[in-house]
């Protein structure tokens, strides 16, 4: 309540105003107070939750939140109310119906935006600045949090390791050891680097850089017998930082074929038109899309995947998960490319 009290005092406001100005209208007709209950908690309800969730939504047309049956079926109930007035026309309590119809509308409209609120279904509506802040707060800890649990778990171990080996590193067989896991220390941060913020060479072309992530990827699991074919224009240009997030993405998609799939054969492709980057990825594998138990069971749906599917929703990108003929998954992501960002990175 103290958190919501500015929506719902407005709305407590609105009501006792729109009584007043009904009393006032209706002082000379009989009993009119009697049935004004039901506005109150309509006009409490709807202002309230509206208000609530205007707070952390941008303001959107109704005809972005109700789906096409929903506005044949609102129209319908708008058509039978016209009737009804109609025929109530001449009655004495012509003020009353119209009131508790207007009411009962309004009513019906919230519960079919409570519906689709709740399913999140046919909302065009971005999350407000709030939201916004609290969710890169969120991916911040989320962030620091695997930062920390790398350097405890893979970097302090080890170094604590050799430390307590120095005592004896005048032994030969001590100083291997000691090399080996120095090196094998290096080559883990060097990967934890390049996860946290790809090298993209600018020595090399971006399909140069795309062909040498694919090639130490698949250098990666050498048990994996996986034949790969990349197709990708020699013009190709993406600018930055979308450059950055198509390295990201086929690193991450890529790396879940050789985890997860069956398969002996993966397709990438990467292009550009205009302002528009295109990328696919799919493999050969026994994984079935179009199985209803797909996203819940497979373990090709992971957090990964949920990752990429928000970061293109950001862009406002589009992103299908589809069935490669003859057998296989395929992931078709698209999303433009604005080059107002890019100026910066032209200036540096």
Known sequence: MRSEKRPILFSLLITAAAFVIYYVMTRN????????????????????????????KNSIPLSAVFSLKQWLLLGAVSISVLCMVCLAFNSSFTLFLLLNLLLALIFFC?????????????????????????????????????????????????????KNMTLKSYRPEIQDIMIETLDNLNVRIRNQMQDYHPVILKTLTLKENLKSLIESISAAFPQRSLKMSFDCPDTLFIAEPYDLLVYRLIKELLTNIYKHSD??????????????????VCDNGSENPLNEKFETNSPLWHKGIFSIKEQISYLN??????????????????????GDVSYQYFVS
């Not at 916004?132 to 350097?151: I, S, Y």
């Not at 398969?263 to 696919?280: E, F, M, P, Q």
């Open 263 to 280: 398969g002996t054969h993966a397709w990438i492709t990467v292009s550009s038109k205009k302002d528009t980057v295109n990328l696919s």
């Open 317 to 338: 990108g589009t992103m299908s998960i589809s069935d490669n003929s003859p057998h296989g998954v395929r992931i078709e992501i698209s999303f433009l490319m604005k």
């Open 29 to 56: 007709i009989e009993n009119h107070i009697g049935n004004f209950g039901v506005y109150i908690v309509v006009l409490i309800f709807s202002l309230s939750v509206h208000g609530i969730i205007l707070k952390e």
């Open 110 to 162: 919230n519960i079919l935006l409570g519906e689709n609120l709740k399913h999140k279904k046919n909302i065009a509506a971005e999350p407000g600045r709030y939201a916004l802040a609290l969710d890169r707060l969120k991916q911040e800890e989320n962030l620091k949090t695997e930062f920390a649990n790398f350097l405890h778990d893979e970097v302090l171990q080890d170094l604590l390791s050799v």
